[in-house]
């Protein structure tokens, strides 16, 4: 076993992130900052039993911080201690502490886990303030900070993890639903990941989180689904250069309300599904995504970007989407954004329904005619809606399951001009199967619209509210097996 002390920043960020910390201890609290090799700092309040599992190849020991000390403990065993309220150190926030230390290990201490209370019924608050880790064996932080039964560190504001984590396997979950936790500081430099393969849901919902000090790469991790998922006081992160082996970075960042700055790789690698990345991200206004040209292996990107209210400027947008077949609600009450360009090559999307739906200022959508393929129908219901800006003719020749460019009483799409040409569509989405509603269709635009479609049996046409919709010439839909609503 190593010896030895060292102690561990709690107010300085290192690895990557663009943030500057600030979080310090309240100054009545117990310092724990100072930890062993190999040993555990844990600062508690006297509100409710803790409780946790330690996992090594020997024993340990345990000093609860009120006198009581327990020896010769064996892994994998749960240990629960507790207080009498009111006889630790005095705190301004009403409660009095306790530090907890768990040394002496036999070997290295590969897990680490809080346990909810063996007497507890109910879901309650785990009472750790405040963590810092000195166990450079680590193999797994896999749910240690992420409590079941309902129950949560909903405490705990600063984590400290250990200057190396060469043999950590998975953070998965490590601190999901940690209400209270702002800061997260990792070892100085390289946290040296190598083994490293989930980082699923790491900070789901660590609503308070502000400091992140991040690994410098990836390495071998295969997913960030929902990683900072709901942390909403995120405003400013910077992530390793390259993404390696992950290929899932779906909800990564969805409800992170206060998120304004993100630095992203510099490409994608073997990513394959960004859907919800950046989901309701309100207060991004700018993003750079990686500078790859195309694509490469994703395959959806599903409401990537839905209700990103102030997102106004999207840099390196690709030249090719390669894979892609899913785009539904991707720019989904994106409501800033004025103007776009889309990749010339779209691979073989069959999803894109309410793609831009309630883009309010959007006036110039370049290459919307590539959206779909001629291979396989491809559904765009609701694509474009509730817009009052839009003037732009449109002209789709893709295989169509549905289609819909359409507005509202009182905010009508001004476009005067919608053909969808490739006779080939069979339109098997459900009626109205094309949507043209409070448009600014003419009965000259109606009638070449109602000339594009192929002749079918019991599809539906939807025309209400268009300027053209009294002048018409119905039939020249209706001859063709279409219903005319409106």
């Known amino acids: 076993m190593a010896t030895g002390t060292f102690h561990l920043p709690i107010s300085v960020i290192g690895g990557t992130s663009s943030a500057t910390a600030s979080w310090t201890p309240p100054v009545d609290w117990i310092d724990i900052s100072s930890v062993g090799n190999n040993e555990i700092n844990l600062l508690v309040a006297d509100m409710s039993p803790t409780q946790f599992q330690i996992t090594t190849a020997g024993t340990f020991s345990i000093n609860w911080g009120d006198g009581t000390i327990e020896t010769n403990r064996a892994s994998i065993t749960t240990y629960q201690h507790t207080y009498t309220v009111g006889a630790g150190q005095a705190c301004s926030r009403g409660y009095t502490t306790f530090k907890i230390r768990i040394y002496e290990a036999a070997s290295n201490i590969t897990k680490f886990a809080i346990q909810n209370p063996s007497a507890s019924t109910t879901a309650h608050t785990v009472p750790v303030l405040w963590c810092v880790m000195g166990t450079t064996g680590l193999t797994s932080m896999a749910n240690a900070f992420s409590v079941s039964n309902g129950s949560i560190c909903g405490m705990m504001e600063c984590l400290t993890l250990p200057p190396t984590l060469g043999s950590l396997q998975t953070i998965s979950s490590m601190c999901q639903n940690n209400y209270s936790l702002i800061q997260v500081t990792g070892p100085t430099g390289s946290w040296g990941f190598t083994n490293v393969g989930g980082c699923n849901s790491t900070f789901f919902s660590c609503y308070s989180l502000k400091y992140v000090s991040l690994f410098t790469s990836f390495a071998s991790c295969n997913s960030c689904s929902q990683m900072f998922y709901a942390c909403y006081g995120l405003q400013n992160i910077t992530l390793p250069s390259s993404w390696g082996s992950i290929i899932n970075v779906s909800s990564m960042f969805a409800a992170c309300y206060g998120l304004q700055n993100i630095t992203l790789p510099s490409s994608w690698g073997s990513v394959n599904d960004v859907s919800n990345m950046f989901s309701t991200c309100q207060d991004l206004t700018t993003i750079t995504l990686p500078s790859s040209l195309s694509w490469g292996s994703i395959t959806t990107i599903n409401q990537m ?29 994106v409501q800033q954004l004025k103007s776009l360009t889309l990749p010339a090559t779209m691979g073989n999307i069959t999803t894109a329904s309410s793609v831009f739906a309630a883009g309010y200022d959007l006036n110039n959508i370049t290459n919307f005619n590539m959206i779909g393929s001629t291979v396989s129908a491809c559904n765009m219901t609701t694509i474009l809606q509730l817009n009052d800006v839009m003037t732009q003719a449109f002209t789709m020749s893709s295989l169509l399951s549905a289609f819909g460019i359409s507005g509202a009483a009182g905010k009508a799409i001004p476009t005067t001009s919608i053909r969808l040409t490739n006779t080939a569509s069979t339109f098997g989405g459900t009626s109205p199967q094309v949507n043209v509603s409070y448009t600014g269709l003419t009965a000259s635009g109606i009638d070449a619209l109602f000339g594009d479609l192929p002749t079918l049996v019991g599809k ?14 119905r039939s020249i839909a209706t001859i063709k097996g279409w219903s005319v609503s409106g």
């Open 305 to 333: 970007f839905y209700s990103c209210l102030n997102l106004r400027t999207i840099n390196n947008f690709p030249t090719s989407w390669g894979s892609v077949a899913n785009i539904g609600s991707v720019f989904y009450s």
């Open 460 to 473: 539906t046409i939807n025309i209400t509210g268009c300027p053209g919709t009294a002048s018409c010439t």
